[in-house]
């Protein structure tokens, strides 16, 4: 897919929202069970998105909510068109999605050597060595891996993090054979002009924005303003949970990605196309909110999107 931006130099006017409430949100809450996992994700699949999250193959005493992601993907309703897509820590994990089924692998490391520590307890070099042996055991079963870089803007110990370091990063995983990149604002430092800063020093090495994906969180109400600034860069492609379920377990204080509805609205006014009913989605997440339990953050599951007038 290319971006095809609007000769003004407007935006793509495509999108791609790819749901990660049932693995980012999911993982921050009190487990909820495998049946209520399946219905979440079979109700995001009848909405329009076109790749779900649907949860990571990591050690059940480490994050019990993300346990039995092998029976989640079995128990899904498949729908074409659709990816289902998991996270997964090291080789054993990529071997358990493979087999359960994920259409697509993502792994994780992040650019600050503390967070990486802290989160993985690996050096950033042995990360990347590690993600280059899980792309080789995916490339045998033709399973794609993305990469999240995670901290890309900002880390909760090191501070600002310099776009240098991010492209540096980026790649010696292009060279292990990585295949597509997410670039996350794991606890939400993220504001438009370091989100100009990266997109400039990633311009600049030849990255071009329909390659880029951005994984941003809203823990500080940048969250869409992140997004539109990236939008007007030729940036299409955004991870959203619904609802804006979700944090980051490894970053104190950080909570909630941005809200699949509010992402969805934005897009949709922009003229990115994104192929997702509104209306669904809001009902998936407040269908959510009784499963979970909590009220949710999102915005327009509240409002309803612009167009629709109060009755009355
Ligand atoms: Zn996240």
Not at 76 to 82: F, K, Q, S
Not at 159 to 168: C, F, K, Q, S, T
Not at 245 to 253: D, K, R
Request: with cysteine; charged share 20%.
């Amino acid at each position: 897919m290319t971006a095809d931006v609007h000769p003004t130099g407007g935006y793509p006017t495509w999108s791609e929202v790819r749901e990660v409430g049932p693995r980012d949100g999911l993982q921050n809450e009190d487990p909820i069970t495998v049946e209520e996992r399946i219905e979440l994700i079979d109700a995001l699949s009848a909405t329009g998105l076109r790749a779900i999250e649907v949860g990571s193959f990591v050690r059940a005493d480490a994050i019990p909510a993300m346990a039995r992601t092998d029976e989640v993907l079995a128990g899904i309703t498949r729908v074409e068109g659709v990816r289902y897509r998991a996270l997964v820590p090291n080789l054993r994990g990529a071997d358990a999605a493979i087999d359960a089924g994920a259409d697509e692998i993502e792994v994780v490391l992040s650019v600050s050597a503390t967070h990486n520590g802290k989160n993985l307890k690996m050096t950033v070099d042995d990360s990347v060595a590690q993600i280059g042996a899980i792309v080789e055991r995916a490339a045998e079963a033709g399973t794609p891996v993305e990469a999240i870089l995670a901290t890309s803007f900002g880390c909760p110990y090191e501070g600002r993090i310099e776009p240098d370091a991010v492209l540096a990063v980026a790649e010696q995983l292009r060279d292990r054979g990585v295949g597509t990149f997410s670039f996350a604002d794991t606890t939400g430092m993220a504001t438009p002009p370091t989100i100009t800063a990266l997109l400039d020093v990633l311009d600049a090495g030849g990255w071009a924005p329909d390659s880029v994906a951005l994984h941003l969180h809203n823990t500080r109400g940048t969250g869409l303003a992140n997004l539109l600034v990236a939008a007007q860069r030729g940036v299409a492609r955004f991870d959203a949970s619904v609802g804006g379920l979700g944090g980051c377990p490894f970053a104190p204080g950080a909570t909630g990605n941005v809200p699949t509805e509010d992402v969805v609205h934005l897009l949709d006014s922009l003229g990115m196309a994104t192929g997702v009913d509104i209306d669904s989605l809001i009902d998936v997440a407040l269908d959510l909110e009784k499963v979970i339990g909590r009220t949710l953050p999102g915005q327009v599951m509240r409002a309803g999107p612009w167009y629709r007038l109060p009755r009355g």
